[in-house]
Structure formats: C-alpha cells, structure tokens
C-alpha cells in the first residue's frame, strides 16, 4: 500500500527535493565550525550563515540580516522571547489557541507574577475584531498571536493587533510555525517586534533549525537566556552586547543551516504564492468532499474561509487514535489525533480533551491523495 503523508503540520515530508544529499555532502566534506577557526572553510560556512540570515530577512522582510537569530526551532525562540523579556507583574496577551510552546513557558511565568490573558476565540478558531481591543490594554507588554492554529487551520486577522501594539508600543511577537512558507509574511509592513519561525515544516528544511527574526526595538530590550561562548570578546564574562552574538551562544546547528539555505533556494524559486494557492485549492476540495460525509465534524473554517490546510475531524461515536490507527492499517494515510500539543486551542474549540484528527497537506500533496483521504473518512465514518 502506497503511503499518504498527511502530518505536515508536524514536519513537511518530503523535503525540498535534494536536501538530503546537500547536507551529507556538507557534513562528509567540510563539516567543520565556523566563527571559531581562523581557516578558509571556516570563513566560508560563515559566509553561508550570513547569506542564509539574508535569505530568510528577506523572505520575512525583517530589519536586518544581523537581527535574524538561529534556533533549534520555533520552541526554543518563542522561549527565548517570553523568558528574556517579561518580569513580574507584566501583562502578555495572547490567543487562546496558542501552541505549548507558548502556553507552558507563559504558564510557568503567571506563578512568578507574570498576567496572562488570551483573547477569546470565535467558534471556528479565529479572532472577533471586537474582542481584540476589548482585550488588548496599553499596559501590555507583550502579545503573542499565532499566525494559523495548528488545530483548527484559522489565520489570525495579525492587523488589527498590530496597529494596537503599534500605536501603544506594545511588542508584537508572531509564531509563524504553521504558515512559514505556505503564506506571505511581511514583518516590516505589520510592524512586527519578533517573527518565531521552524525551518522543518514549510520552509521545507530540516528538523533542528529555525530562526528568532527580531525588530531592533525587542532585540534592545530582551535578554539574553542562553549564555556561552560565541567566538567573540572572549575576553569579557558578559554576553557581547551586539547581534546576532548576544542571542547565539555555543556551535550552531551548521548542518541543518546549509539544509535550511538549499531550502529556502528552492522556496524562493516556487514562489510562497504559488504554494499558498496550491494548497488553497487542495483544501477547498477537501472541504468540499467532507460537506457531503455524514458522522464527522470539522473543526475550523469551512469553504471559502481563510486558512492554512490544517483540518481537525472529529468522527462521531468513535475513538479518534483509533480512527487515525485505522487511516493508516486499512487505506496509508498518515495523521495524528489527539491533541496536538494545543489543549488550549481544543478547549477553545469545543474538543477537550478527546481532540481530533488532523490532516495536514503540504506542498507536494496532491489532489489524488486528497481523494483518497476523502474516501477513507467516508469509509470509516460509514464502519
Ligand atoms: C503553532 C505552533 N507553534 C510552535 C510549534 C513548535 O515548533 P517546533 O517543534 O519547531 O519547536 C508548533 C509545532 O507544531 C506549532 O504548530
């Protein structure tokens, strides 16, 4: 039986064609450090992270190359973000259906005096414009948004946050996990503090590389949570007070750097537009086949609605890790159920804490496998 990936919202598989080769190349030829070595191909892998920090600014049109931060993954930099900038008594706000990798660290910080507060949700995921003001105070340090739910496939309408935030100097800090490379991103338009991006879900890289993209207003204020050496002022006990120094501390991921700069080559290539209305018109089919399939409940946008490709099935009167164990032994098709590191957002939608599962398409899915889900579902729904 062929197999029908169907996880992206986890990790993008398959890769940008070639990445595994480019990286084996890197690691069996000249896998050395860099900023450390005073030799040529020291310099040299230096030079491919810089350019690759310039790939990614302007791919996100942040401020500047040297204000990109390279991380294990969008965990570790919206990590970063909420432990190197709040302190007690601060204000956050965020949405309510925000990943763990949001909601555990802010968690951890309310029992150390920190105010946490999520704007309410409208039933399908997204964001009611009324909420956003009613929620958002001018004393608020930070907001945290998601761009797209990883549950439910809502976007978040990001504008009318960030003129909030803009016009009362709030940081606005966006966690582009879900839609890094599937939709455009603007930093500099929305007025963006930080942009937490994953290299290994639709940018197409591997797993173990993403980047903090920071404005110079939130990179003046943060301080740094991982301290070590960085290859400069050695001789001061101190963080260096410069970019990207203060926030790059130890031996960078450079394998999964190189994968990551082939990647966004290949990216940039397709074109984010091209792959945004790809996977536009594989969900609009979906949705489609799925309004005629009794004994299952989609959570989150319906047709014509603006989302990622991300979709939550609830099946009615069954076990939904028993529905994603059968997708797989009967028909292939590879998903996940439960509740996808994001109680919040299943508590938010109605589906705490039995979850849902999830079907996530990515830039090489195609119409046949989407068919081929479509008839699973019926198939399993009608058992
Ligand atoms: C919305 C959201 N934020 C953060 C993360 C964490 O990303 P990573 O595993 O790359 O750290 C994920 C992963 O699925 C996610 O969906």
Redo the contacts with the bound molecule.
Sequence with gaps: MKQIYMDN??TSFPKAPGLGKIMGEHIDQSGMNMGRGGYSASFHLEQIAVETKEKLCAFFNGTHSRNVIFTS????G?NMIINGLLEPGDRVVTTSVE?N??ARPLHALTKKGVHWERFPSAPDGSLLMEDITRTLAPQTKLVIA?HA??VSGSLISLGPIAEFCNKHHIFFVV?G??TAGSQTMDMAALGLDGLVV?G??SLLGPQGI?ALILSDRLAAALHPTVLGGTGSRSDLLEMPDFLPDRFEPGTLNIPGIVGLNYALTFLMEQGVETIRDQKELLSQRFLEGLSVIDEVRLIGPGMGMPRESVFSLVFNHRDQGETAFLLERDYGILTRSGLH??PLAHQALGTFPQGSVRFSFGYFTTAVEVDAALLAIQKIAAR
């Design positions: 919202s986890s993954g969008a965990t570790l919206l990943h990798a949001v998601t739910s990883n966690d996990a879900q994953p290994h879900k993403g590191c994001a």
